[in-house]
């Protein structure tokens, strides 16, 4: 049986998060060296109870710096004994890259659209906060345990922290793909207590792409292809028309067809809108003319009772040269005495 001189681990695993010291028939005994490398740390375990925990650094291992394993060993009178003891060295660098997706839709309520089910994917990273809460929750006594033991379970809590932070952001589905960075900071902020239960840390978490259903992607499309439309409609209008034009040019032939095809439309919207102005201008024309506010002679309008129209110079209240009777500005002679007036 040996005695163990000097424990420590170096990591060469990168997914790896927890490794346990392989004791065998070795013991350990005062004087025994222990060295915790940076981003690790060293747990002491004794018949499955958890005790002394160990930061970075050298450590000469005695009754001063294992004071649970002195109380659960029941040394009186000191470290003086070897013994055995589990050694677990976790490690507290930063894991990262570390992909997760919504396997099933996540069924979201958007006042625009009522219930829609979304997909998202990205990665996220994280890193051991408390050695001892996280042996006491996740690892337990396996002699070693890596990021993939622990993918599903942690995917697991972001999706559903993922469903809680989009219910609650109300941010609407349209605005989501635009508002990727927020999403991510709400979701970090919701997810870090659920990690720190277990005794990890979140330390960042991207939403890397965002997707809608393809019904409602298609209707979308749909609708953005018909407000173009309505928008350019006028162009589109005269463009068919001018191209019934070129074809009925072409094929003297086919002219009546095309016409009725591909002029039809297009003219016979801008007939209707000529003729609609048309009639505007006529009703108020008529309508002033009714009120006999209108030049006789050019048309304008007039306002007041003027003597001569100020378009056309008209004398709207001719009167006859000889005797001075007024006439009408059209007569050819006076009603009184029968003198010619032009």
Same mark, same amino acid.
């Given at each position: 049986? =040996?005695?163990?001189?000097?424990?420590?681990? !170096? +990591? &060469?695993?990168?997914? /790896?998060?927890?490794?346990?010291?392989?004791? &065998?028939? +070795?013991?350990?005994?005062?004087?025994?060296? /222990?060295?915790?490398?940076?981003?690790?740390?060293?747990?002491?375990?004794?018949? #499955?109870?958890?005790?002394?925990?160990?930061?970075?650094?050298?450590?000469?291992?005695?009754?001063?710096?294992?004071?649970?394993?002195?109380?659960?060993?029941?040394?009186?009178? @000191?470290?003086?004994?070897?013994?055995?003891? +589990?050694?677990?060295?976790?490690?507290?660098?930063?894991?990262?890259?570390?992909?997760? =997706?919504?396997?099933?839709?996540?069924?979201?309520?958007?006042?625009?659209?009522?219930?829609?089910?979304?997909? *998202?994917? @990205?990665?996220?990273?994280?890193?051991?906060?408390?050695?001892?809460?996280?042996?006491?929750n996740l690892?337990g006594t396996?002699?070693?345990?890596?990021?993939?033991?622990?993918?599903?379970?942690?995917?697991?809590?972001?999706?559903?922290?993922?469903?809680?932070?989009?219910?609650?952001?109300?941010?609407?589905?349209?605005?989501?793909?635009?508002?990727?960075?927020?999403?991510?900071?709400?979701?970090?902020?919701?997810?870090?207590?659920?990690?720190?239960?277990?005794?990890?840390?979140?330390?960042?978490?991207?939403?890397?792409?965002?997707?809608?259903?393809?019904?409602?992607?298609?209707? /979308?499309?749909?609708?953005? %292809?018909?407000?173009?439309?309505?928008?350019?409609?006028?162009?589109? &209008?005269?463009?068919?028309? /001018?191209?019934? $034009?070129?074809?009925?040019a072409n094929?003297? @032939?086919?002219?009546?067809?095309?016409?009725?095809?591909?002029?039809?439309? *297009? $003219? *016979?919207? #801008?007939?209707?809108? $000529?003729?609609?102005?048309? $009639?505007?201008?006529? %009703?108020?024309?008529?309508?002033?003319?009714?009120? @006999?506010?209108?030049?006789?002679?050019?048309?304008? !309008?007039?306002?007041?009772?003027?003597?001569?129209?100020?378009?056309? =110079?008209?004398?709207?209240?001719? &009167?006859?040269?000889?005797? *001075?009777?007024?006439?009408?500005?059209?007569?050819?002679?006076?009603?009184?005495? #029968?003198?010619?007036?032009?």
């Open positions: 049986m =040996g005695i163990l001189k000097n424990i420590e681990w !170096t +990591d &060469t695993n990168s997914n /790896l998060i927890v490794w346990k010291y392989p004791v &065998t028939k +070795d013991q350990i005994n005062k004087g025994s060296a /222990l060295t915790v490398r940076e981003s690790q740390v060293a747990i002491f375990i004794d018949n #499955g109870k958890l005790a002394d925990v160990f930061l970075p650094g050298y450590y000469k291992l005695d009754t001063d710096n294992m004071p649970i394993l002195t109380k659960l060993m029941s040394w009186k009178y @000191g470290f003086e004994t070897p013994f055995k003891s +589990d050694i677990y060295f976790v490690n507290t660098k930063q894991f990262t890259n570390q992909k997760w =997706g919504t396997v099933n839709p996540i069924l979201v309520r958007d006042k625009d659209y009522g219930a829609v089910r979304i997909r *998202g994917f @990205g990665n996220y990273s994280f890193k051991i906060d408390d050695a001892y809460v996280f042996m006491q690892s396996n002699t070693s345990f890596t990021t993939d033991q622990i993918t599903d379970y942690l995917r697991s809590m972001v999706v559903s922290g993922i469903s809680d932070a989009i219910g609650e952001c109300q941010i609407p589905v349209l605005d989501m793909a635009a508002n990727l960075q927020e999403l991510s900071n709400i979701v970090e902020q919701k997810l870090q207590g659920d990690f720190k239960e277990i005794g990890l840390q979140l330390t960042k978490f991207v939403f890397e792409s965002f997707s809608l259903p393809e019904e409602l992607e298609k209707a /979308l499309d749909k609708s953005t %292809s018909l407000g173009m439309l309505r928008k350019n409609m006028d162009v589109y &209008t005269q463009v068919e028309t /001018l191209e019934a $034009m070129k074809a009925a094929n003297p @032939g086919a002219a009546g067809s095309t016409m009725g095809a591909g002029m039809g439309l *297009g $003219m *016979g919207m #801008g007939m209707g809108n $000529m003729f609609a102005q048309n $009639m505007q201008q006529m %009703s108020n024309t008529n309508a002033n003319a009714q009120a @006999g506010k209108v030049c006789p002679t050019c048309g304008a !309008t007039l306002h007041g009772n003027p003597k001569f129209c100020p378009e056309c =110079g008209q004398n709207l209240k001719p &009167t006859c040269p000889n005797c *001075g009777t007024e006439v009408k500005p059209n007569a050819k002679f006076c009603p009184e005495c #029968g003198s010619k007036l032009k």
